[in-house]
């Protein structure tokens, strides 16, 4: 067995610590975030209080008036934001196995009491919130300020009209996530960042800069730049506007400044706005591309009467797209394979609360594996999403919706579609058309209405008119039938899901030979971490590692690289996923939408019905799903290195699979895989050579010998490449489980109370290999100050609460995850312990 922790890369390591860097060294400045400079994090000190359907099946009544503000809250939860309150379980096994089998559904209020200097009354005052689920309705003072219930959307509300600047306010927020259905786990609560935001009257509006680079070579780029002004005064009022350009740094550090407008003098009357277009030349332009993400960033700024009253910050890239349905996407004139990966928002063992150290390294980790594009699936993602991939060199494919008109559940997008479709779907591309790592926009995610030729072309009008800069596609799971009625020509790009079949006879049609097609959603692969079994990939709710498994809807990822060998028109893919996730845990989920991979197709659709029927009456114990390529504690699972070999060729990698503990099977046939980027390899038991085997291109993405005989021992693969040697790996037979181990992804964190160490524990046996097929019951305890956050093994089985310290071990490994008690510093010490086994411990430091 392989004898060293799971670590990524050396360059990967330092990425980490350089994205630590980032968030030190940007904390205290403005370009935290992007616009007005004014703003605060309004994170802390909220009290929370749960109504409704509560978390062990009963209901509490909804008491009248909690938005007042001489209601009484001091007996509320404190909680600090982000906020989800349906992670903490309990799971139980009545609930939906496609929600995560967490009790989600409820009414959460929450209540904050704070004060703005007596200074404000001259400001206008906004509250920015990044996503709340769902429905959420805000009271200030007692007053109604509004409401925003597609609990994915960022939105802005205005506190100016009932805000007491120099006295204490009451801000409450309802959100009802009783009255919102899902396919898989949303989350409930204030789930993502809230933010206090400052102006003057006169100001850059909300989502208020667009720039667009029409023009670029290596001699210069020009660079278009909108600005929409804001006059919420009652008076005329006269204002000048300069927008600068400079680098920015890879800390979001300013550098040299690059180019700056000439002042724009405006009238702007009372109340309403003004457009204001500028075009700047950037010299020798330093373009963003995957490798090289450089940015740069506009700050606007507007007077009135010779003194700034706004300032506006704006980060950019220069960067040409262009999508052809022949040579490919093209990015600054360059051919990209998109390698893409599809993730729902939630964060594993956190939930939906979102949180920046868990982003990073969920995506530093598809970095290694060679993932270059992300699918925000099936919804708009967290704003920090979006800055990580113009930072880290990401695609993002940008989504929308999951349901139009017609819903796929009761009450899922459906309900609010009618009222609420234009204002979300501008909200996205307002909110994001900025961002260089965006270069697709999707509208739905296999919706009802895929043959709606006059829905699909208003959708995709609504983009087009607030960007035409991108191309906007769908992911189709009925793409004959889009294609056919129609519907399919209003978009820009084909996105099709899994069915591919059909792709020869479209790319003949006169209507679809010059538009481009990709890969939306693919392979949908399923498999546990560290399970193997012959001759039947399914047992005790857990799925065989052998990679084969699929509904039947997908296929395995290597036949999904052999469907893109033979379309190498094709722009790429988005794996479905990158990570496992809470909910849908295909195929033992009785969740009926399933059906709708098979709409057209009634013989399947039949026989999927009767396997559903038997799924719900055996209740199934799964509730995370089993698609992803790392698992849900963030552990790779095989299929990790087999996308890492074939998106990272240069890369050599070497992995040997299953594992070599199978005292019960001595001479029975234990098939060996072995995923290489390499060429050919030569697989050797105990010395002994097996044989060696070469791939055919385009045919073969991994290398097996079906008919190997177990011994124990030591299984070693030496793989070549143009004949030379190129990669090896060994897996060895380990004696029993003895010892504990510990290892921090990193030594020391920020005592801010939200920056996270992720550390993994393995079973050893005395020699220090892993032991693949342990499962000890360990408790984690912590000394000095820290915090345990939660807790994990990857088990999509596992019942037990991700607050536990107390967690069972699933196939040797198990993930502890631990902050700093917020402002203070020292040294945190984890320790975990296991009956007959020697306990571990590690320290991570804190600091300021």
């Not at 002042?263 to 700047?280: E, R, V």
């Not at 739905?444 to 699909?456: D, I, K, P, R, S």
Request: charged residues 25%; glycine residues 8%; neutral net charge.
């Amino acid at each position: 067995m392989k004898c060293r922790f799971f670590t990524i890369s050396l360059f990967v390591a330092f990425f980490i610590n350089f994205l630590c860097g980032i968030n030190t060294v940007i904390a205290q400045k403005p370009i935290d975030r992007m616009g007005a400079a004014n703003f605060t994090l309004f994170d802390d000190a909220w009290q929370f209080s749960r109504y409704g359907m509560q978390a062990d099946g009963t209901k509490k009544d909804e008491p009248t008036g909690l938005e007042s503000v001489s209601y009484n809250d001091a007996g509320w939860q404190k909680v600090d934001l982000p906020h989800d309150w349906a992670i903490s379980g309990p799971f139980r096994i009545e609930l939906e196995g496609s929600t995560g089998k967490l009790p989600w559904k409820g009414i959460g209020w929450y209540r904050k009491h704070f004060t703005v200097p007596a200074t404000d009354a001259g400001k206008k005052v906004f509250i920015d919130f990044d996503g709340a689920m769902a429905y959420a309705k805000i009271w200030l003072n007692g007053h109604y300020i509004g409401t925003w219930p597609y609990g994915y959307t960022s939105f802005r509300m205005d506190l100016t009209p009932y805000l007491l600047p120099g006295k204490e306010n009451v801000l409450a927020v309802r959100l009802d996530t009783e009255s919102w259905d899902s396919r898989w786990y949303p989350g409930a609560g204030i789930y993502r960042h809230v933010w206090l935001v400052k102006t003057d009257y006169v100001h850059v509006a909300h989502w208020g800069t667009y720039i667009t680079t029409p023009e670029v070579s290596d001699q210069k780029a020009k660079v278009d730049i909108a600005v929409t002004v804001a006059n919420e005064s009652q008076k005329q009022q006269q204002a000048s506007v300069r927008t600068v350009v400079y680098e920015l740094d890879s800390f979001n550090r300013y550098k040299t400044m690059v180019v700056a407008s000439s002042p724009t003098n405006i009238t702007l009357s009372a109340g309403n706005q003004k457009d204001i277009a500028s075009q700047l030349i950037v010299p020798n332009p330093k373009r963003w591309s995957l490798e090289k993400p450089q940015r740069y960033v506009a700050i606007t700024t507007v007077s009135v009467a010779g003194k700034t009253v706004d300032t506006y910050t704006t980060p950019f890239g220069i960067r040409t797209l262009e999508f052809t349905a022949r040579n490919g996407f093209l990015l600054n004139g360059k051919r990209v394979e998109v390698q893409g990966t599809c993730n729902h928002h939630d964060l594993g063992a956190l939930g939906a609360a979102f949180n920046l150290s868990a982003l990073i390294r969920q995506l530093v980790m598809l970095k290694d594996m060679g993932c270059n594009a992300l699918r925000t699936s099936h919804n708009p993602p967290a704003p920090e999403l979006l800055e990580l991939a113009d930072k880290m060199g990401f695609l993002v494919w940008d989504e929308a919706f999951d349901a139009w008109k017609k819903g796929k559940r009761k009450n899922d997008y459906n309900k609010l579609f009618d009222e609420w479709h234009e204002k979300d779907l501008t909200a996205l591309v307002r909110r994001d058309r900025n961002h260089p790592s965006v270069f697709i926009w999707s509208i739905g995610n296999e919706v009802m209405e895929q043959q709606n030729v006059e829905l699909t072309k208003h959708l995709v009008d609504i983009v087009h008119n607030t960007d035409p800069t991108r191309p906007v596609s769908n992911g189709y799971n009925d793409p004959d039938g889009g294609r056919r009625s129609g519907a399919a020509v209003a978009l820009d790009i084909m996105g099709v899901n899994y069915f591919f079949n059909q792709q020869p006879v479209w790319d003949a049609d006169p209507r679809y030979a010059n538009k481009p097609t990709i890969g939306s959603e693919t392979s949908s692969c399923v498999s546990s971490r560290g399970e193997y079994y012959f001759g039947n990939d399914y047992q005790n709710w857990q799925i065989s590692s052998y990679d084969q498994a699929k509904p039947g809807w997908g296929c395995s990822p290597d036949q999904q690289f052999r469907t893109n060998a033979k379309f190498p028109h094709l722009l790429g893919e988005f794996v479905w996923t990158g990570f496992d996730y809470l909910g849908e845990p295909t195929p033992y989920n009785s969740d009926e939408t399933n059906l709708l991979n098979f709409r057209t197709d009634s013989s399947k659709k039949a026989e999927l019905e009767a396997e559903l029927e038997k799924i719900r009456k055996s209740r199934p114990p799964s509730r995370s799903s089993y698609f992803g390529i790392i698992d849900l504690a963030g552990f790779p699972k095989d299929r990790f290195y087999s996308y890492q070999s074939h998106w990272r060729p240069s890369l050599p990698v070497a992995h040997i699979f299953p594992h070599w503990n199978w005292e019960e099977r001595i001479d029975s046939i234990v098939p060996v895989n072995v995923y290489t980027s390499g060429d050919e390899a030569e697989l050797f038991l105990n010395g002994k050579s097996l044989g060696r085997k070469k791939k055919t291109e385009g045919n073969d993405f991994r290398l097996m010998w079906d008919d190997v005989k177990y011994v124990p021992g030591e299984l070693k693969v030496i793989c070549y490449k143009g004949g030379k040697q190129w990669a090896t790996d060994i897996v060895k037979t380990t004696g029993a489980a003895a010892k504990l181990a510990l290892q921090p992804d990193r030594k020391q964190i920020k005592n801010d109370g939200s920056d996270l160490a992720f550390i993994t524990l393995k079973v050893q046996d005395a020699e220090g290999l892993m032991v693949p097929r342990s499962h000890p019951m360990v408790t984690f305890d912590i000394e000095g100050p820290g915090e345990i956050v939660a807790t994990d093994n990857g088990d999509a089985t596992s019942f037990v609460s991700f607050q536990s310290h107390e967690r069972p071990v699933y196939n040797g490994m198990a993930l502890v995850i631990v902050k700093a008690k917020k402002g203070q510093t020292g040294t945190i010490k984890v320790t975990a312990r296991g009956e007959g086994l020697t306990m571990a411990s590690t320290s991570i430091n804190t600091k300021n």
